[in-house]
């Protein structure tokens, strides 16, 4: 099929673009990119005063199937990507059954090609059943398509296991993913321990049970060589750590949700709302500072929503009983353009970088440029759509948004995967 995509302003940092053109694919691949393009037969659309750039990824996603489909299947949780404006997501393995072997990563891959309305790559776990006790079958889950290895969730405890665990991983090229939490120091914490516990009469969930794994994983690079990417880092003591890391030269990165830039231990009131409690739990107004910061300086590779949908009674119970978690595919692209891009923080080309260049590039996923030869996976953006967040709208099965009732500014409107249209005007394509 061909597609001309007409009077775009492409944002594109990897080539060099700021600047409004044309865009002509056919075969699901750019052919080529200039003014005043035309073509005598295909698909013509006007995109004028929209920015279009290289297909959004968010390499942290809960789809939840196999085994949760209450909460999200990957239908649902596919659509949701798309209206968030996202052409790929990454899933995380803790599903039930657990993806730790080839047949799982298949499964996903099979659901997907058949209800997806995006890419879906495969995150396999480092350990059997995440029990940390022995090694998934990685090699096989590598050669059937997974792109990274986690136990995310809980994290692999051990020392000696993560030792092996990314002593394997690099053999075969793939970074392992860490979830930092050490279940011994962190115990039954439920909020950040300090003003927030002591407040709300909760058990504490101190910054030190994230930075020890962070800092150890960092020393296990160190000896293993293997590519190391930090979830969801959420303190300032472990932005620096990562920080201090890439000055030594390891490859290390790290990835941030827009609920740790956004929101913090204070907005948990007496209300005791429960889309607010997340894993790693909200910080202090210092540490979303820090991270704010670090996105600005380059610290941080990657803004992920780590999308964590539940059901409604699952969460509409008291604090320490509702499961972690909020949802974040549909929300994320809004609260970066409103909080930082329109306030002047980051450029949209930074933008890029965080949620288009560096997942793929982390993930070893093919590059996608703006350019001629390129897969045509794009997402294109109303800057000025100003919107508010009403989970009852949303895609997701889930609807357990911390930010629901923001107003924010900046939305997709259209996303191309291979060429086709997932979402055209805001409706996704069915």
């Given at each position: 099929m061909a597609l001309l995509l007409k009077n775009a302003h492409v944002v594109d940092p990897q080539v060099g673009l700021?600047?409004?053109l044309d865009i002509l694919v056919r075969d699901g691949r750019v052919v080529e990119v200039g003014h005043d393009l035309d073509m005598p037969k295909g698909v013509e659309r006007d995109l004028a005063g929209k920015i279009l750039v290289p297909g959004l990824v968010d390499m942290h996603v809960h789809l939840r199937e196999p085994g949760f489909e209450q909460k999200e299947d990957i239908a649902s949780g596919t659509?949701?990507?798309?209206k968030g404006g996202f052409t790929a997501v990454?899933?995380?393995p803790n599903t039930s059954p657990v993806i730790d072997n080839a047949l799982g990563v298949e499964y996903v891959h099979a659901r997907a090609t058949a209800v997806g309305k995006c890419r879906v790559h495969v995150a396999g776990a480092c350990t059997q059943g995440l029990k940390g006790e022995t090694l998934s079958e990685m090699g096989d889950m590598v050669a059937h398509g997974a792109v990274a290895f986690t136990d995310d969730g809980r994290g692999v405890q051990?020392?000696?296991m993560m030792r092996r665990v990314m002593d394997y991983a690099s053999q075969f090229g793939r970074p392992v993913m860490s979830h930092c939490q050490d279940e011994d120091l962190v115990g039954e914490g439920q909020v950040n321990e300090g003003v927030a516990s002591t407040r709300l009469g909760m058990l504490g969930w101190p910054a030190e049970g994230e930075e020890l794994q962070i800092m150890r994983d960092i020393a296990l690079c160190r000896l293993t060589g293997c590519p190391l990417h930090i979830q969801?880092?959420?303190?300032a003591r472990g932005l620096e750590a990562v920080r201090a890391a890439k000055a030594e030269g390891l490859?290390?990165?790290?990835?941030?949700?827009?609920h740790h830039l956004f929101l913090t231990e204070d907005d948990i009131r007496d209300d005791y709302n429960t889309s607010l409690k997340v894993n790693p739990p909200l910080r202090t107004s210092a540490d979303a500072a820090a991270l704010v910061q670090g996105v600005v300086d380059g610290t941080i590779d990657a803004v992920v929503t780590d999308h964590a949908p539940h059901t409604a009674w699952e969460k509409d119970r008291e604090f320490e009983l509702s499961p972690f978690g909020m949802v974040g595919l549909e929300t994320s692209l809004g609260l970066m353009v409103t909080n930082l891009v329109k306030t002047g923080k980051i450029t949209w080309e930074r933008l890029v970088e965080l949620m288009a260049v560096s997942p793929?590039?982390?993930?070893r996923l093919e590059r996608v440029a703006v350019e001629a030869g390129s897969v045509a996976d794009f997402t294109v953006i109303d800057p000025d759509a100003a919107w508010t967040v009403d989970p009852a709208q949303f895609a997701s099965k889930g609807k357990n948004s911390g930010f629901a009732g923001a107003q924010l500014v900046g939305r997709a409107t259209d996303v191309y995967v291979g060429g086709y249209a997932t979402m055209e005007e805001g409706r996704i394509c069915e």
């Open positions: 700021n600047e409004t659509r949701a990507a798309a990454c899933c995380m051990g020392a000696g969801h880092i959420s303190t490859p290390v990165t790290c990835e941030v949700t827009p793929r590039a982390i993930l």
